[in-house]
């Protein structure tokens, strides 16, 4: 595996790469460019600045998360095609520039959702939140401006104002989309996007809903074991792989983690792998948690063995972190708890791979 750790820019991170290069093991950032709308072309330029400024700092630019997708492809919009084409020319310009892998969604209006984004925790940090009673009663209008308003001053990954704005619009629009309906739309975007991926060396890595269920009567598809199968078999091809959160997958007790990583793993289909821990405290309602398997629901061990036996040679980040020691950061990705993260992950795959080689003595 190769450890990654998700960065924001130099204008829009309060961690710099100097930080991010001293955690043992990171060899790369996950990055975007922010500054460009969604459904535009990522120039040349602006991402070759990018992977100078990263590489300059000792670290590598692979992975990019996100690309996002217009509203109008995952609509099935006549618009779309202009969008496709452009999405398109972006991969080829990443490819370009050196990049193996893009994680994007395919989750209408919203990108992940919480109800809580600093919620305390009795050691006196806080971490993010979901309560689905909080959720599922609320205007999704409200909760956009609660969102923006409460997460120190940072933009939110998926939450750029641009898209929220016409929020009202696109909700009504989605009246007509069922998940049978998404499902057609995300096939005719693989049909036309994975043979562009393949050409400039690509990889494509859906990440999964967050949290994984139907959120005010929008459609979500990527749920599942039997979805997540679905949709590798849309186009059939090393290509169209995914993004394995178990953080987000995990937030339903129903997905086995190490199963799925075994199951897309020996696919060869998971390209990027999220590792993180969530606590369920009652039905749909959990918080994140520490790495930790002990202060969490998910078992890091058992997640950690199944990428060690499907012999992962993908990349691999901490996801969201608790705020701890007073950092002040962009909710869920402050630099402590996430570097705290790193060296778990990293102490169990040395345990794993090493007890391995004891027992073949
Ligand atoms: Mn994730």
New binding site residues.
């Given amino acids: 595996m190769k450890i990654t750790f998700r960065w924001f820019g130099e204008k829009d991170d309060s961690i710099k790469l100097g930080q991010i290069k001293q955690i043992p093991a990171v060899t790369g950032v996950v990055g975007a460019l922010y500054d460009v709308p969604v459904g535009e072309v990522w120039p040349m330029d602006k991402i070759l600045a990018l992977k100078d400024t990263v590489e300059k700092a000792g670290l590598e630019l692979e992975v990019i998360e996100s690309v996002n997708i217009h509203e109008d492809i995952k609509l099935g919009l006549p618009t779309r095609d202009k969008y496709i084409e452009n999405y398109k020319q972006c991969i080829r310009n990443l490819g370009k520039a050196g990049v193996k892998v893009i994680c994007y969604n395919f989750m209408p209006v919203f990108d992940?959702l919480r109800s809580e984004l600093a919620y305390n925790l009795p050691d006196g940090s806080n971490a993010l939140f979901y309560d689905h009673n909080a959720v599922k009663d609320i205007d999704p209008v409200k909760l956009v401006e609660d969102m923006a308003t409460n997460s120190n001053g940072f933009i939110l990954p998926g939450w750029e104002p641009d898209r929220l704005a016409i929020l009202k619009d696109t909700l009504e629009r989605y009246k007509s989309v069922d998940e049978e309906k998404l499902f057609d739309n995300l096939k005719y975007f693989l049909e036309q996007i994975i043979p562009v991926c393949e050409e400039a060396d690509v990889k494509m890595a859906i990440?999964?809903d967050?949290p994984p269920w139907s959120l005010f009567g929008l459609p979500r598809i990527v749920t599942c074991k039997g979805n997540i199968d679905r949709l590798v078999k849309l186009v059939d091809s090393p290509y169209n792989g995914l993004?394995l959160?178990s953080?987000?997958l995990g937030a339903n007790p129903e997905n086995n983690i190490p199963d799925l990583v075994r199951h897309f793993g020996a696919m060869g289909r998971i390209h990027f792998g999220?590792v993180?821990n969530v606590k369920f405290i009652g039905e749909r309602v959990f918080h994140e948690a520490s790495h930790l398997s002990a202060d969490g629901s998910l078992d890091l061990f058992e997640i950690m063995k199944a990428y060690h036996d499907i012999d992962f040679k993908g990349y691999i980040r901490p996801?969201?972190g608790r705020m701890i020691w007073g950092e002040k950061a962009r909710p869920g990705y402050g630099l402590y708890d996430r570097a705290l993260g790193i060296t778990y992950l990293n102490g169990l795959w040395e345990a794993i791979g090493k007890m391995k080689k004891l027992q073949c003595k």
């Fill in positions: 992940w990440h999964p967050d993004t959160c953080g987000s999220h993180r996801d969201h």
